[in-house]
């Protein structure tokens, strides 16, 4: 259980996860939409998970595999105040190896597609570089 621990989660404390149900049973209506999209693996059949504590923070959407974090933000986060922590959230989450795609509530509502294409188009990038680099060791693997 540590060492799941430690992967999936980064080492998140006891009350984020307390804190992640709440938001999970309080979803704004963008993150629902969202999550109707994400779920059950129907982008390039990666599975993700839904206010995801990661070390200090939660992330609103987020996939093991692929180490990637989907972002739906809304007004709160245009002030001047709200961006200096997103950044400063991104600069850790990102130190861990993580990857974070941010969008706008309007992007999930009024341009679906456009999210979604964007999610699919880096998880499709993702599992080429993953199969070239696996096709290179056992290249490797067979000159040894």
């Not at 993700?48 to 200090?56: G, S």
């Not at 600069?91 to 309007?106: A, M």
């Not at 999610?119 to 290249?139: C, G, W």
């Amino acid at each position: 259980m540590r060492n799941y621990h430690k992967h999936l989660f980064l080492y998140a404390k006891g009350d984020k996860f307390w804190f992640a149900r709440m938001l999970r049973r309080n979803s704004t209506d963008f993150e629902h939409i969202m999550w109707q999209a994400l779920r059950n693996r129907k982008i390039n059949g990666f599975k993700f998970r839904r206010q995801h504590p990661l070390l200090i923070y939660i992330a609103d959407f987020y996939c093991h595999e692929a180490k990637l974090i989907v972002e739906i933000d809304g007004e709160i986060h245009n002030t001047r105040e709200n961006k200096a922590y997103d950044q400063h959230r991104e600069k850790e989450l990102n130190k861990h190896g993580l990857t974070v795609l941010r969008f706008q509530n309007d992007d999930v509502l009024y341009d679906l597609a456009y999210v979604i294409n964007r999610i699919s188009v880096f998880l499709n990038d993702l599992s080429i570089t993953a199969r070239i680099y696996v096709k290179n060791q056992t290249t490797i693997n067979k000159r040894l």
